[in-house]
């Protein structure tokens, strides 16, 4: 078994948990023991309650020794300057991430690392030569979110690409991009916690928060921004269908501090429930009738593959989508649409009707779409380079504070 350094771009306990974490989980699971290193801060941070909160966190925890979170998981805070990525910042950047790295390591007995990172910005501060092998998981176009060092990010990722022994992608398009430079790149969509999310199938009790209604409820579960989400769509959606209640479940505005949700907030059948425990959101999702992903077109959407695709359908609920590039696959599963109000009317209609694709379809589909098949087939990847037997091995050297 191998020891992996899992360099996230997110914290452990963000509410909305993505790739990171789920990926660094099922490793441990396999059997592998983990170090999670929490976000760098590839943006700089905002003055806002939201950063403010995370930076107290963080603050807290640079003093801390990895904690462990399961048998084989240890988090790991860097004690690092956010968006520090020029100058006497980088500097500091770089001599603290790696002498943090040493003495974290070296606490837990890891001996010759693999690193797993979705740090876009991960040879700015880290020498690859330095681990048994090295792993780029490129989950999205993180330099199309709004505050981002867009022009750093691609310069540092396309060196990254190519210097990596492995590359995994999660959509056609940035399997397209990838390949420019790693001709090994290999693509996995985005998957699901299928047997958490089908638990939406039992007689579970409705949340209280949840507004009782006699009206076909519709809902939309994560982050809520404006760079992504079409709010003029939903709007629209929300004005035109009195007889549908909207249930909106994320944070607002996380990424993206101009999205405004005044309109929606106005609106007497729609409810903003905002963050929900992971734990508790197949008991939301037991109680609404139809699913929606109402993105826009552009940068980071044609890029990305939706986390809460496979959620929905491991919960059983028909999905009605905009049509971006990494769900056309998948359509005889669920009803994509352009981004156009009345073809999205139309599509959910036909659901609540019984029209589309059946449960049994829904669910035969996200069955197969799993993290532990997903890191299997991942790690089958890096035994047949030869990159798992490398482990306990002298062929390279451990990484050091130096």
């Not at 939201?50 to 805070?77: C, E, F, G, Q």
């Not at 007995?109 to 020498?127: A, E, G, M, S, V």
């Not at 398009?173 to 990838?178: D, N, R, S």
């Not at 696959?329 to 352009?338: F, I, K, R, S, T």
Request: with cysteine.
């Amino acid at each position: 078994m191998a020891d992996f350094i899992v360099l996230s771009t997110a914290d452990w306990d963000h509410p909305l948990w993505t790739n990171k974490q789920h990926t660094a989980l099922a490793l441990a699971e396999a059997g592998h023991r983990v170090l999670y290193v929490e976000s760098l801060g590839i943006r700089a941070p905002r003055v806002g309650i939201t950063d403010r909160a995370r930076i107290i966190r963080r603050l807290r925890r640079m003093i801390r020794l990895p904690y462990r979170r399961h048998k084989n998981l240890w988090v790991w805070s860097p004690p690092v300057i956010p968006g520090g990525h020029s100058g006497l910042k980088l500097a500091l950047n770089r001599f603290l991430l790696r002498i943090g790295l040493f003495v974290a390591t070296r606490s837990l007995k890891f001996r010759f690392q693999i690193l797993w990172t979705y740090n876009p910005l991960t040879t700015l501060y880290l020498d690859l030569s330095r681990f048994a092998a090295s792993v780029y998981h490129c989950v999205d176009r993180i330099q199309e979110q709004p505050g981002m060092p867009s022009q750093l990010i691609e310069v540092n990722e396309r060196q990254l690409s190519r210097q990596v022994d492995v590359l995994f992608t999660t959509s056609p398009e940035l399997q397209a991009t990838h390949l420019r430079w790693n001709q090994a790149a290999r693509m996995f969509g985005n998957v699901a916690d299928y047997r958490h999310f089908n638990h939406a199938l039992q007689p579970l009790t409705c949340p209280q928060s949840l507004r009782p209604s006699p009206r076909p409820r519709l809902v939309f579960m994560g982050a809520i921004d404006a760079y992504k989400l079409d709010l003029r769509l939903l709007n629209y959606l929300i004005s035109r269908n009195p007889g549908w209640d909207f249930v909106l479940i994320g944070p607002v505005g996380e990424c993206d501090p101009s999205t405004d949700v005044a309109a929606l907030e106005s609106c007497p059948n729609v409810q903003l429930v905002g963050p929900q425990p992971y734990e508790a959101l197949p008991a939301w999702l037991a109680h609404v009738d139809v699913a929606l992903l109402p993105l826009q077109l552009n940068g980071y959407t044609r890029n990305m593959f939706p986390m809460k695709f496979f959620e929905y359908l491991s919960a059983g609920l028909p999905v009605v989508a905009t049509a971006i590039p990494a769900l056309i696959a998948h359509a005889d599963v669920a009803c994509l649409c352009e981004p156009q109000v009345e073809i999205f009317e139309q599509a959910i209609r036909a659901v609540l009707a019984g029209q589309g694709p059946n449960l049994d379809q829904r669910l035969a589909r996200a069955r197969t779409q799993t993290y532990q098949t997903r890191t299997e087939a991942m790690l089958e990847i890096l035994q047949q380079q030869g990159l798992l037997a490398r482990f306990g091995s002298h062929s390279r050297v451990q990484v050091t504070g130096s």
